[in-house]
T-cell receptor, first 115, second 114 residues
Framework: DAGVIQSPRHEVTEMGQEVTLRCKPI?????LFWYRQTMMRGLELLIY????????DSGMPEDRFSAKMPNASFSTLKIQPSEPRDSAVYFC?????????????FGPGTRLLVL | AQKVTQAQTEISVVEKEDVTLDCVYE???????LFWYKQPPSGELVFLIR??????QNEISGRYSWNFQKSTSSFNFTITASQVVDSAVYFC???????????FGEGTQLTVNP
């Protein structure tokens, strides 16, 4: 079975450009999470969807960040305009079942570098 | 507020040594879940184990074992007879009943030398 799929795996862009990260959760999973990993802040949750509905977006840094989940098999995280401090690894994770006991399975991550 | 502390930033051992990674957590909830994830050099996060707050039985899976002690709020991870392939960053994480997020520790970089 395929795990969580993320694209692109690597992204290099210039400051001010729009960046779109994509995620396909594991089939049948009903929750999807976007995390960001940096050296300074470690792993932090950005936003959490349950049944395609955003439940907790308190971790979204600012208005430049937006996330959508138009259907159960696809989500995007968009940064517009991007800034150098957005450089990080962005992980998507999915899970099935009820919080908090369900296990989150992570994708391979997207390494974003904003110049 | 929930918090996870992994006091060991880096550990270096020689192959076949046993190594224990410490994890201490803080929570006000009586029901919560604890997790360990492995992040190898390739970068992905690999789920290792989940444990709920009502189950204090230790668990063993091959060379891996976990010791959960509610009295000390600890959930330590031991690798027996370590191998070079165990080299990775290991994260401990906590999820409370009242919240939706996994709170991760800072991670422990384990290096197993041949």
């Amino acid at each position: 079975d395929a795990g969580v799929i993320q694209s692109p795996r690597h992204e290099v862009t210039e400051m001010g450009q729009e960046v779109t990260l994509r995620c396909k959760p594991i089939s049948g999973h009903n929750s999807l999470f976007w995390y960001r990993q940096t050296m300074m802040r470690g792993l932090e949750l950005l936003i959490y969807f349950n049944n395609n509905v955003p439940i907790d977006d308190s971790g979204m840094p600012e208005d430049r960040f937006s996330a959508k989940m138009p259907n159960a098999s696809f989500s995007t995280l968009k940064i517009q305009p991007s800034e150098p401090r957005d450089s990080a690894v962005y992980f998507c994770a999915s899970s099935f079942g009820r919080a908090p006991q369900e296990t989150q399975y992570f994708g391979p991550g997207t390494r974003l570098l904003v110049l | 507020a929930q918090k996870v502390t992994q006091a060991q930033t880096e550990i270096s051992v020689v192959e076949k040594e046993d190594v224990t990674l410490d994890c201490v957590y803080e929570t006000r909830d009586t029901t919560y879940y604890l997790f360990w994830y492995k992040q190898p050099p390739s970068g992905e996060l690999v789920f290792l184990i989940r444990r709920n707050s009502f189950d204090e039985q230790n668990e063993i899976s091959g060379r891996y074992s976990w010791n959960f002690q509610k009295s000390t709020s600890s959930f330590n991870f031991t690798i027996t007879a370590s191998q070079v392939v165990d080299s990775a960053v290991y994260f401990c994480a906590l999820r409370e009943t009242s919240g939706s997020r996994l709170t991760f520790g800072e991670g422990t970089q384990l290096t197993v030398n041949p």
